[in-house]
């Protein structure tokens, strides 16, 4: 016989321990109580950064990060046109229903451990493919991109 055995809502499957370190580091630099919490900000974060991104800077990114977090990014179509930044947050904001400062602290708390897998070389690529005040949601100085 044949049993329908559900998994219960609140259960996870085991991640693995890089995408466990990424969630923990983003806790950290976020100060967010829970793990769940850094999660929910990673998934936001990483599914709106996968609807900016083309090209090799998107393949070189998802390669970067743990199987889990790259699946996020990679699993939204590409926008037409790019966001500024501003513009990023204040998306991530309406599709979250939370406010523009709790979304740009998420921003750049999951952009932070994003950069920790990455490096600068990859992050400074990203940065010169997307429209202005990137940086900033990075952790940088904006770059004078028509120098």
Known sequence: MITDVRVPLGHHQPYSSTYEQMLEKVRYEGAYPTRERAEEAVRLILSGLGRQLTGDERVDLAACLPLEAARVLTAQ???????????????????????????????????????????????????????TGWALLFGQAELNLAA
């Open 77 to 131: 179509i590409p926008d037409a046109q790019p966001l500024t930044g501003w513009a990023f947050v204040k998306d991530l904001a309406a599709r979250s229903g939370a406010s523009l400062a709790t979304t740009r602290w998420d921003t750049g708390s999951v952009f932070a451990a994003v950069t920790a897998h990455a490096g600068p070389d990859l992050i400074t690529r990203i940065l010169h493919q997307l429209p």
